[in-house]
């Protein structure tokens, strides 16, 4: 296969608001040892993405400069040493960034096949979300069949994830969302129960549906005043798993419930893992989770796809927060 010298890629330049994301060109990266070279079709759109871009979240030491974290496509070269790849394949990737591109490398280990079944946009929609949503809630979490399980922001990529990972694990699925429409999806996705924020207590509602018991396990996004919330939701030896602070992540809180109840509050973040432990996860996905896939259980929610020009558009949708599902960005192409 011919590989190009350059390649267009999107600039985030030194940070700042959507509108400095702009298309450029550069050179097309190296396989290195164990890596494989992928002519990217699609891309997610993620949080970290708007983070990085906003110069909240640098990139690891040795990890591409560019935004993306996620990507479908074909693998088109391979580093030294990679032999569970060939010249052609059709994947999926975590990568440790530059996956607004038309090419990125990455390690062998994040590199997952396409499952057999889902498209290429599909494809690209699973590894942020389902390689975050399983070590938190799975491995982390610890969540078994029968529990009871809290995600809030059920509409987002992550939250989607989650609901339909919970189900497929036996649990009861609680979610909070910011509007009706939400409420619907969730529910549509087999969320139990789906809680308007902004009109009702998550508290309060919980309480009452469950007795005043609480629930075994929240996955948070939120931070700020959630923290306490989540506490005080909580049953029982119930466990608290932290990804992201979209309120502030310090507060003053009271830690009383975390005794009296004999909680867990423990938190992760992905792309600082070592590529070992990633590519672990990749193996447990690839054994647990792609077979629900291939039958067409647990599928990812696409909201809409942009061309890859058309990439500070699609940051400004997922900072409105209105979207529904996964913002992708087109490349190549299926």
């Known amino acids: 296969m011919t590989v190009p010298a350059t390649m267009r890629f999107i600039d985030h330049g030194k940070g700042g608001a959507p509108s400095v994301l702009v298309p450029a060109t550069g050179p097309v990266p190296q396989a290195r040892d164990g890596e494989v070279l992928i002519r990217v079709a699609y ?3 993620n949080r970290p993405d708007v983070l990085q871009r906003s110069g909240n979240y640098p990139p690891p030491p040795d990890a591409s400069p560019y935004l993306g974290l996620e ?3 074909q693998v088109v070269a391979l580093g030294a040493g990679v032999t569970q790849f060939k010249l052609g394949d059709a994947v999926c990737a975590l990568t440790n960034g530059g996956g607004y591109a038309e090419y990125v490398a990455v390690p062998a280990g994040q590199t997952l096949p396409v499952p057999s ?3 290429m946009l599909q494809a690209a929609a699973l590894p942020e979300t389902y390689f975050t949503v399983y070590t938190n809630v799975i491995e982390r979490g610890r969540l078994q069949a029968g529990e ?3 995600v809030h922001g059920g509409s987002s990529g992550i939250g ?5 990972m919970a189900k497929a694990w036996g ?3 609680f979610t909070t969302v910011g509007n009706q429409d939400k409420v619907k999806a969730c529910l549509a996705l087999g969320a139990d129960v789906a809680i308007d924020y902004r009109n009702q207590d998550f508290v309060q509602e919980i309480a009452t549906l469950t007795d005043k018991r609480g629930v075994n396990l929240i996955l948070d996004m939120v931070g700020g005043d959630y923290i306490a919330r989540n506490l ?3 049953a029982l030896e119930g466990r608290l798993v932290q990804i992201a602070f979209l309120q502030p992540s310090k507060v003053d809180i009271d830690w009383m419930p975390l005794m009296l109840k004999r909680l867990t509050y423990t938190g992760s973040t992905l792309r600082a893992r070592p590529p070992a432990d990633k590519a672990r996860l990749a193996d447990e996905l690839r054994g647990r989770i792609w077979p629900l896939l291939e039958k067409g259980q647990m599928l990812p929610v696409i909201h809409q796809v942009f061309e890859l020009d058309q990439t500070s558009q699609a940051h ?3 900072e409105s927060s209105t979207h529904i599902g996964k913002i992708m960005l087109k490349v190549a192409g299926d």
Do not use: D, E, Y
């Open 232 to 234: 005080r939701t909580l």
């Open 71 to 73: 990507v479908s496509g």
């Open 43 to 45: 891309a997610g759109v």
């Open 148 to 150: 009871t399980f809290l």
């Open 171 to 173: 649990a009861k699925v």
């Open 160 to 164: 989607i994830t989650a609901i339909q």
């Open 316 to 318: 400004a949708l997922m």
């Open 117 to 119: 079944g889902l498209t």
